[in-house]
């Protein structure tokens, strides 16, 4: 397994604004996964995108997937107050293979 | 509803006992897991269990044990051994249908005292 780095550590924004997070990996995956995690609560699976897809949306949230760099993006546009939380990626590559998180990023939206 | 749940929400310990934090799912997912996380980190993998009877450490198992006798629990039991067991900890299950997504429970917070 492996795990993604998600960049920035922290981003602050104003709500309306959008808000784009990085995740990098280093070796092939058959997908990957972005969660949200509430302070204190645990972590929401908010989209998968499988390596054979460069692009998917759902809702408000876009994630791109770029498996030359290794590396996906999550953007989310119109941000609110409430999805003030920390978002991790989570690499997956493949079957029997445990997902392991990092240290995600903080977002702050703010009014 | 469909879910995971892990009880207690809090605890607290006194330093040199064991305590056991449950978790149960009723998704019929295979695989589950244990996850620690400490005051503004990550995640980190205790222990997880791909199918009954059977398991593996993760990165931070010593001080901690598990079992699965029944596929739909997957109890951790944090030792006397764990020096620093102060932290939140994460239950969580899966299944290879859904590309490995991974459900989670709400958390147990730890506090030894």
């Known amino acids: 397994s492996q795990q993604g780095e998600e960049d920035p550590q922290a981003l602050s924004i104003q709500e309306g604004e959008n808000a784009t997070m990085n995740c990098s990996y280093k070796t092939s995956i058959n997908n990957l996964q972005w969660y949200r995690q509430n302070s204190g609560r645990g972590l929401v699976h908010l989209i998968l995108?499988?390596?054979?897809?460069r692009e998917k949306h759902s809702g408000r949230l876009r994630v791109t997937l770029d498996t030359s760099k290794k590396s996906s993006s999550l953007l989310i546009t119109a941000s609110r107050a409430a999805d003030t939380a920390s978002y991790f990626c989570?690499?997956?590559?493949?079957?029997?293979?445990?997902?392991?998180f990092g240290t995600g990023t903080r977002l702050q939206v703010t009014l | 509803d469909g879910g995971i749940t892990q009880s207690p929400k809090y605890l607290f310990r006194k330093e040199g006992q064991n305590v056991t934090l449950s978790c149960e799912q009723n998704l019929n997912h295979d695989a589950m897991y244990w996850y620690r996380q400490d005051p503004g980190q990550g995640l980190r993998l205790i222990y997880y269990s791909q199918i009954v009877n059977d398991f593996q450490k993760g990165d931070i198992a010593e001080g901690y044990s598990v079992s699965r006798e029944k596929k739909e629990s997957f109890p951790l039991t944090v030792t006397s051994a764990q020096k620093n067991p102060t932290a939140f900890y994460l239950c969580?299950?899966?299944?290879?249908?859904?590309?490995?997504?991974?459900?989670f429970g709400e958390g147990s917070w730890l506090t030894v005292v």
């Open positions: 989570a690499p997956y590559t493949g079957t029997a293979s445990k997902l392991t």
């Open positions: 995108i499988r390596s054979n897809e």
């Open positions: 969580a299950s899966s299944h290879p249908s859904s590309g490995n997504t991974i459900y």
